[in-house]
């Protein structure tokens, strides 16, 4: 057989899993069934056709199929030539065709002539006959019909609504197949996405939209949202109007106008699977590490289209990581709504960003509220402690039972290790009294000291949550209803119950959740977030902090929290760091949470070696390893010949680094990852891994008494130090060279010396202003505008020339000088190839040289270059390099400097 004939049989199949039957021109029936595909038919010129598509009897397609690694666009011709020469006792519908497929097996392209500008777009799979007669009967298509929108009416809308929903038609009108929205958490996303759906839906006849979600209690949320939905050209709501339908089982009512889920249950739907666990749904996709994407093959259950439209709301690195194909599955316009975009998501979208609302504006607006950083550090969170030896409480994490147990030696614990292996209830209470003695004295001193302010504390895990619930209804002396946890191991109360008491419930002050309220969830009376974990990842954290960003009107405010005057700001406790440390786009390796010990080491020991399960099995065994004795840790190397459960570890991952296996197919993959987890095999070593975990413990630091370091508002700090910064230069700008030079630009006329700048340094020294601690200052206050937050002063002054010139505004970026040099420098290379100079590479490595020179002392005088380049041969090596050297030195230093 030859490609295009293997690439035929490939086609066929997918025709069939669509509902076509396949015939050649011996067998031809047009009438045979709804949806006919002939093989090789002879058009009016006397060439074939690769395959006819009749529906209800008529002609109205082609498909041209040509071998698989074949480029498509230039096969577009040849589909056009056939849709074009029908034969005249052909019955069709009508002429030329509408429908073009063009396909090499692997990718599947389709163009609507219908469309008044027909393009091709790639799709998943065939079309089904059935949607195939409704494009026949349409009278206008989807499409076209974008053309005819009405004038969006303000109405109620928000001027950044208004502009999302006008910017989204645009980039439909304009047929891109995805837009991004960028809007402030607050800012009211979902109200935006009610209001262009139902557009959509009446005057572009949308079949049905689905509405992608990251978590179940998310869905529960959006779907509410729609049904007090008032549309705005009449006295009903959406859902009297039009079904509203939020899966809870993996079935989409045929009716349904708009569809809510996650995309964990929407794969699950592609896969053919029956029932789906809900649990499932209650994680964020933002606490699992991304792997490799989700295989899917079509599902003519759920046709590819089901939607004409997708919102992913929150889309973050999920939809363009492992669940990319479950989207791209669909033949559907793609719509994100997003308050922290990433230049990962911006790629996805085709960097189609129609409208963007960042938070800094929405505060401006007054939609959402700033917040004040409060900074809390004690001796035990920075340095940790040391339990002495001797009879010890622990507790067990998983029955939480409490025993004793001997310590032979004194057991040191890092802050790292608070409230994983060890708890010291004293370092919570000292941050909780903290937090209790500062809030009617520096956070609201302006109030009656009746009242918590509603406070959302984050805490590591469910044992530390429950750890703190108890302990802060101790410090405030307060009943069970002041404070309470919200996590998904809560007994038999409902989650989404509590969350609903919390918002409105006066008595209820303290809440205490893992990831539960950490994306999406509406609190606008909540005042106080407490981090008492580190977040690693930035925009996690982004959406931590965007709780308390809501605003409320004053009256219901008060209605809440009594003794309130009004929520201008909201403060963040940071207890552990969180406002400090480095973020990244990595989460946790935990991708099973619901999945137990011994069913995932069951399961691994069946042969399952997914991604999924691999990962997690690495997240649960380096935990375990954390929490045992030497003398576990030499048990279980007794049964992994040698091998250490962190070395294991690092052996998995390493079968999940696709940097790793790049060069490797799949079939040595799993071989690699089979050999990685031979240990699993073992039921010794499954038993003893089980027992270890059920036994894991918390070693509880009853001895430690834990002090206050510091307590103060970290951004207002920073915020003092830089206007003094400000006035210092304002002051100074014509008394001190270096300033006047730089404040002027006067540097053709005099040299930025490092002598200059040193003199500055001291003088900004003497002054009580350290320059590393005004840019870190500026990092506290925009670290969307400096990419680093600690910079070497002493080691390059020359950065102090940066700090200066985006203090007045002449640099938008806040930037090491060495980086900025550099690009500079590359300018200026480009500018002399320009002008017709080029240069040999005995000449480069002396420029160069000089460039490294001017990065660290500012400014290289033809004086200095004997000293600084006596064994390249000096100044005299350089006139000899050059035909003009003084003016060269001299553009040079003012390209970098400048």
Request: with cysteine.
């Given at each position: 057989m030859n490609p295009e004939d293997v690439a035929r049989i490939d086609i066929d199949k997918l025709l069939i899993s669509a509902g076509f039957i396949i015939q050649d021109m011996v067998e031809f029936n047009?009438?045979?069934?709804?949806?006919?595909?002939?093989?090789?038919?002879?058009?009016?010129?006397?060439?074939?056709?690769?395959?006819?598509?009749?529906?209800?009897?008529?002609?109205?397609?082609?498909?041209?199929?040509?071998?698989?690694?074949?480029?498509l666009s230039g096969v577009e011709n040849q589909s056009i030539k056939y849709a074009n020469n029908l034969p005249k006792n052909v019955r069709c519908y009508q002429n030329p065709l509408p429908f073009l497929y063009e396909s090499n097996s692997k990718e599947i392209y389709f163009t609507n002539l219908k469309d008044d500008n027909p393009r091709s777009r790639k799709i998943f799979a065939f079309h089904k006959p059935e949607f195939l007669r409704e494009l026949l009967n349409q009278q206008s298509t989807l499409r076209n019909k974008f053309k005819n929108f009405p004038t969006l009416n303000r109405a109620n809308l928000r001027d950044c609504q208004f502009e999302a929903i006008s910017s989204v038609e645009n980039s439909l009108r304009d047929l891109k197949p995805r837009a991004l929205i960028q809007m402030a958490t607050g800012a009211g996303k979902t109200y935006t996405a009610c209001n262009f759906i139902y557009r959509l839906i009446k005057f572009a006849n949308a079949k049905r939209v689905l509405f992608l979600v990251d978590r179940n209690n998310l869905a529960r949320q959006t779907k509410k949202e729609f049904e007090n939905f008032h549309l705005s050209d009449e006295n009903r709501k959406f859902s009297e109007v039009y079904i509203v339908q939020h899966l809870s089982t993996n079935a989409i009512d045929k009716d349904a106008k708009v569809v809510i889920t996650t995309i964990q249950r929407l794969y699950s739907m592609l896969q053919n699977e029956s029932e789906y666990d809900e649990v499932n749904e209650e994680i964020s996709a933002f606490e699992t590490k991304p792997v490799q994407q989700k295989n899917v093959v079509y599902n003519p259950k759920v046709p590819i289209e089901t939607f004409d439209f997708i919102v992913v709301d929150e889309c973050h690195r999920s939809i363009y990581g492992e669940w990319r194909q479950v989207l791209e599955y669909f033949d559907a316009f793609l719509i994100g709504l997003t308050a922290t975009p990433s230049k990962q998501t911006l790629g996805y979208f085709n960097k189609n960003l129609v409208s963007s609302y960042p938070l800094e504006r929405s505060i401006v607006d007054k939609i959402n509220v700033d917040c004040n950083i409060f900074r809390i550090k004690t001796k035990i969170s920075e340095g940790g402690s040391t339990i002495e030896a001797g009879e010890i409480p622990t507790i067990d994490k998983r029955t939480r039972e409490q025993r004793y147990e001997s310590l032979d030696e004194d057991l040191e614990y890092s802050s790292k290790d608070l409230d994983?292996?060890?708890?010291?209830?004293?370092?919570?209470?000292?941050?909780?009294?903290?937090?209790?003695?500062?809030?009617?004295?520096?956070?609201?001193?302006?109030?009656?000291?009746?009242?918590?302010?509603?406070?959302?504390?984050?805490?590591?895990?469910?044992?530390?949550?429950?750890?703190?619930?108890?302990?802060?209804?101790?410090?405030?002396?307060?009943?069970?209803?002041?404070?309470?946890?919200?996590?998904?191991?809560?007994g038999n109360e409902d989650p989404e119950s509590l969350i609903k008491a919390f918002k409105?419930?006066?008595?209820?002050?303290?809440?205490?959740?893992?990831?539960?309220?950490?994306?999406?969830?509406?609190?606008?009376?909540?005042?106080?977030?407490?981090?008492?974990?580190?977040?690693?990842?930035?925009?996690?954290?982004?959406?931590?902090?965007?709780?308390?960003?809501?605003?409320?009107?004053?009256?219901?405010?008060?209605?809440?929290?009594?003794n309130a005057i009004s929520k201008d700001k909201f403060y963040i406790i940071d207890a552990v760091g969180v406002t400090e440390s480095k973020k990244s786009l990595s989460s946790t390796l935990e991708r099973k949470k619901s999945l137990s010990l011994k069913k995932l080491l069951e399961n691994v020991a069946k042969g399952d070696i997914s991604d999924d399960t691999l990962s997690t099995l690495a997240g649960r065994i380096v935990r375990i390893e954390a929490n045992i004795n030497n003398d576990d840790k030499?048990?279980?190397?007794?049964?992994?010949?040698?091998?250490?459960?962190?070395?294991?570890?690092?052996?998995?991952?390493?079968?999940?680094?696709?940097?790793?296996?790049?060069?490797?197919?799949?079939?040595?993959?799993?071989?690699?990852?089979?050999?990685?987890?031979?240990?699993?095999?073992?039921?010794?070593?499954?038993?003893?891994?089980?027992?270890?975990?059920?036994?894991?413990?918390?070693?509880?630091?009853?001895?430690?008494?834990?002090?206050?370091?510091?307590?103060?508002?970290?951004?207002?700090?920073?915020?003092?130090?830089?206007?003094?910064?400000?006035?210092?230069?304002?002051?100074?700008?014509?008394?001190?060279?270096?300033?006047?030079?730089?404040?002027?630009?006067?540097?053709?006329?005099?040299s930025l010396t490092y002598k200059l700048i040193k003199e500055l340094d001291e003088k900004l020294k003497t002054s009580l202003l350290e320059p590393e601690k005004i840019w870190e200052a500026y990092y506290v206050i925009q670290d969307n505008k400096v990419r680093t937050k600690k910079v070497s002063i002493a080691e390059c002054l020359t950065n102090l020339i940066q700090l200066i010139k985006f203090a007045i505004?002449?640099?938008?970026?806040?930037?090491?000088?060495?980086?900025?040099?550099?690009?500079?420098?590359?300018?200026?290379?480009?500018?002399?190839?320009?002008?017709?100079?080029?240069?040999?590479?005995?000449?480069?490595?002396?420029?160069?040289?000089?460039?490294?020179?001017?990065?660290?002392?500012?400014?290289?005088?033809?004086?200095?270059?004997?000293?600084?380049?006596?064994?390249?041969?000096?100044?005299?090596?350089?006139?000899?390099?050059?035909?003009?050297?003084?003016?060269?030195l001299d553009d040079l230093n003012l390209a970098i400097v400048a």
């Open positions: 047009r009438t045979a069934s709804l949806g006919i595909a002939v093989r090789e038919f002879v058009m009016q010129d006397g060439t074939k056709a690769d395959y006819l598509i009749f529906i209800d009897g008529k002609a109205c397609g082609v498909i041209e199929a040509k071998k698989s690694g074949t480029s994983y292996s060890v708890l010291a209830p004293n370092q919570i209470i000292t941050v909780l009294e903290c937090y209790k003695n500062s809030i009617f004295t520096q956070l609201f001193p302006e109030r009656e000291p009746n009242f918590v302010p509603k406070t959302l504390i984050f805490a590591k895990d469910d044992n530390h949550a429950e750890n703190i619930t108890r302990l802060a209804r101790e410090v405030f002396n307060k009943g069970n209803e002041f404070c309470k946890k919200i996590t998904y191991n809560i409105i419930d006066p008595k209820f002050r303290i809440a205490v959740t893992v990831d539960m309220i950490a994306t999406g969830t509406d609190i606008k009376a909540l005042e106080v977030i407490i981090f008492l974990r580190d977040v690693k990842s930035s925009i996690y954290y982004e959406q931590m902090k965007g709780r308390g960003v809501r605003t409320i009107n004053s009256n219901d405010l008060q209605s809440i929290t009594p030499n048990k279980i190397k007794s049964l992994t010949d040698g091998k250490s459960l962190s070395n294991i570890t690092n052996e998995i991952l390493d079968t999940l680094d696709g940097d790793k296996t790049i060069s490797k197919t799949q079939d040595e993959i799993d071989a690699l990852k089979d050999a990685t987890v031979k240990p699993f095999n073992s039921p010794a070593l499954r038993t003893l891994l089980v027992d270890l975990s059920s036994k894991s413990k918390i070693y509880i630091d009853l001895v430690s008494t834990d002090e206050v370091v510091s307590a103060d508002f970290s951004k207002e700090k920073a915020q003092e130090l830089i206007v003094s910064f400000k006035d210092f230069i304002d002051k100074n700008k014509d008394e001190i060279e270096a300033l006047s030079i730089i404040y002027n630009t006067n540097y053709k006329n005099k505004g002449f640099n938008d970026e806040l930037v090491e000088f060495s980086s900025v040099a550099n690009s500079r420098f590359e300018l200026w290379c480009g500018r002399q190839i320009n002008k017709g100079i080029s240069f040999s590479d005995e000449q480069m490595e002396f420029l160069r040289l000089i460039k490294d020179y001017i990065i660290t002392n500012s400014c290289l005088d033809k004086n200095d270059i004997q000293e600084l380049l006596g064994d390249k041969g000096g100044i005299f090596k350089a006139n000899k390099l050059f035909s003009n050297f003084d003016d060269l």
